[in-house]
């Protein structure tokens, strides 16, 4: 079956302009997860998504990120404005899971972002 | 908070020798999981083994297993009659219910060569 997808595969912007990230999870996955891969700071929790609803949003690192997601499907992270800071390998993540059930949960390919 | 371990940034074997990944973790609480992650040049994330804490017995999957020492802290994972296709970054990575959050450590990369 058809497995957690995510676009653009990359992604190159100019600083200050604002990016949108798709990530299209397993169907009939409930949570969702977005992290942030980057050379500094390795493997990095951004936020997550439980249905529509995001009880933590304790990763995101500033103002300037946002998440939303719809329909319990489709998620969107948004970057305003963005720092070079930023760029990274965003990876989007999704798990059939009950809430604290530690089951896998399944990454897709990332999009990687390249701010110039 | 929970911190995750990987003393080893790197790894290199023979085709079919075996390999030992080391981790080690940090966390108060008793009940949670672990898990191994491989990321190879592909850039995608594939769950290699999982561990519950509260099961006493090492997950095996087929040539991966773990040794998990829940005292001690530390859940190494042995991958036996490595393949070249085991060549990758491979993540240790913790769960706890309520965080709702994978953490990972820093990776390490494996070398499998023929």
């Known amino acids: 079956g058809a497995g957690v997808s995510q676009s653009p595969s990359n992604k190159v912007t100019e600083k200050g302009k604002d990016v949108e990230l798709r990530c299209d999870p397993i169907?009939?996955?409930?949570?969702l997860y977005w992290y942030r891969q980057s050379l500094g700071q390795g493997l990095e929790f951004l936020i997550y998504?439980?249905?529509?609803?995001?009880?933590?949003k304790s990763g995101l690192p500033s103002d300037r990120f946002s998440a939303e997601r719809t329909g319990g499907s489709v998620s969107t992270l948004t970057i305003q404005r963005t720092q070079q800071e930023d760029s990274a390998v965003y990876l989007c993540?999704?798990?059939?899971?009950?809430?604290?059930?530690?089951?896998?949960?399944?990454f897709g390919p990332g999009t990687r972002l390249t701010v110039t | 908070a929970q911190t995750v371990t990987q003393s080893q940034p790197e790894m290199s074997v023979q085709e079919a020798e075996t390999v030992t990944l080391s981790c080690t973790y940090d966390?108060?609480?008793?009940?949670?999981?672990l898990f191994w992650y491989k990321q190879p040049p592909s850039r995608q994330m594939i769950l290699v083994i999982r561990?519950?804490?509260?099961?006493?017995q090492n997950a095996t999957e087929n040539r991966f297993s773990v040794n998990f020492q829940k005292a001690a802290k530390s859940f190494s994972l042995k991958i036996s009659d490595s393949q070249l296709g085991d060549t990758a970054m491979y993540f240790c990575?913790?769960?706890?219910?309520?965080?709702?959050?994978?953490?990972f450590g820093k990776g390490m990369k494996l070398t499998v060569n023929p």
């Open positions: 169907s009939g996955h409930t949570a």
């Open positions: 993540a999704s798990s059939l899971a009950p809430v604290g059930s530690g089951f896998e949960q399944y």
């Open positions: 966390t108060s609480e008793s009940n949670y999981y």
């Open positions: 998504f439980q249905g529509n609803s995001a009880p933590d």
């Open positions: 561990q519950e804490a509260y099961k006493q």
């Open positions: 990575a913790f769960f706890q219910g309520g965080s709702e959050k994978l953490v």
